[in-house]
């Protein structure tokens, strides 16, 4: 149905097949009625590392699971993954 609809309304669609993908440089999703799918995708980028990086919940992970995981967190978010059609500037 995705597909069918980005056919009828002439919605830009990645490239390549790895730009399916939404951790993928090239990752292109589609729009929504008020927002490009370029827009969508900086949000989500930017909604997943104020999630990972909310002091509260580093808090919990550290209570509920040590140090280690905490660390794991913080590996994780150490970088942003670059973007062709979303890119960023590095907090």
């Known amino acids: 149905r995705?597909?069918?609809?980005?056919?009828?309304?002439n919605l830009p669609l990645p490239e390549t097949w790895a730009g399916y993908?939404?951790?993928a440089y090239d990752a292109?999703?589609?729009?929504?009625r008020c927002l490009r799918g370029e827009d969508v995708l900086r949000f989500r980028d930017e909604a997943f590392h104020q999630y990972f990086?909310?002091?509260d919940y580093l808090a919990m992970?550290?209570?509920t699971f040590g140090r280690g995981a905490v660390d794991e967190i913080a590996r994780m978010v150490?970088?942003?993954?670059?973007r062709k059609y979303a890119p960023t500037v590095d907090a």
């Open 21 to 23: 993908a939404q951790h």
């Open 78 to 82: 150490s970088y942003r993954l670059p």
């Open 61 to 63: 992970i550290l209570k």
């Open 53 to 55: 990086e909310n002091p």
């Open 2 to 9: 995705l597909w069918d609809r980005a056919m009828k309304e």
């Open 28 to 32: 292109l999703p589609l729009p929504t």
